[in-house]
C-alpha cells in the first residue's frame, strides 16, 4: 500500500504569496491615493516576493507587473487632476 506524498508548502514560499497579495493591494491603493508614497514601497515587495521565487512565483511577477503599471497609471492621474504626488 503507498500513499502519495503531499507535498508542503514551504514557509517562505507562503510568505512570498502574502507579499505579493499585499504589494497588489498597496499598488492599488496608490493609484488612488498617493503614488509616489506608496508604490515604490510596494514594488520593493513585489521584487523581494518575486526573489524569493517558490510556489507563488507566477503571482509575485504579476505583482512586479501591477505595481509598475500603478505607479505610471496613478503618477499621470495625480499629474492631470493637480493632485499631490506625495
Do not use: C, K
Not at 505607479?71 to 493632485?83: E, H, K, L, P, Q
Amino acid at each position: 500500500m503507498s500513499v502519495p506524498r503531499v507535498d508542503r508548502v514551504q514557509p517562505s514560499e507562503a510568505i512570498a504569496g502574502l507579499m505579493a497579495s499585499a504589494a497588489i493591494f498597496a499598488a492599488l491603493v496608490a493609484v488612488a491615493y498617493r503614488p509616489m508614497r506608496i508604490a515604490p514601497f510596494a514594488l520593493l515587495i513585489a521584487l523581494i516576493a518575486a526573489g524569493m521565487g517558490g510556489r507563488h512565483s507566477r503571482l509575485a511577477a504579476f505583482a512586479v507587473f501591477v505595481t509598475a503599471a500603478s505607479w505610471v497609471v496613478g503618477m499621470t492621474f495625480a499629474v492631470i487632476t493637480d493632485n499631490p504626488l506625495y
